[in-house]
């Protein structure tokens, strides 16, 4: 069964770091795209950051740039988002989800969901 688990969310004082790991199963990870989304309450999901299949990583949004940033490790069928300086405005549900091949900025393009992980950013 084809499955991606977040870990690694929780709550961190502004200006703190956390690292959010993704854990794929079930399907060839290294053929797959790779992309961080995140959901505030009320807000529509967001595209943070996404990784080729080769491991090349693009932070999408603004908000985080130089702050946030992508990897992956094939060997291990998982992936990271690194976010340091923490604000309480990155507090959302953050997602982690797969693609076959093709990018896409499109979250209805993607194949897999993880069931997230919540960032709470505050004092």
């Known amino acids: 069964q084809e499955q991606l688990v977040e870990s690694g969310g929780g709550l961190v004082q502004p200006g703190g770091s956390l690292r959010l790991s993704c854990a794929a199963s079930g399907f060839t990870f290294s053929s797959y795209i790779l992309s961080w989304y995140r959901q505030a309450p009320g807000k529509e999901r967001e595209l943070v950051a996404g990784?080729?299949?080769?491991?090349?990583?693009?932070i999408w949004l603004d908000t985080v740039k130089g702050r946030f940033t992508a990897s992956r490790d094939n060997a291990k069928n998982s992936a990271y988002l690194q976010m340091n300086r923490l604000k309480p405005e990155d507090t959302a549900i953050y997602y982690c989800a797969a693609k076959y091949y093709q990018p896409s900025r499109d979250p209805g393009e993607y194949d897999y969901w993880g069931q997230g992980t919540q960032v709470t950013v505050s004092s």
């Open positions: 990784i080729t299949s080769a491991g090349h990583s693009r």
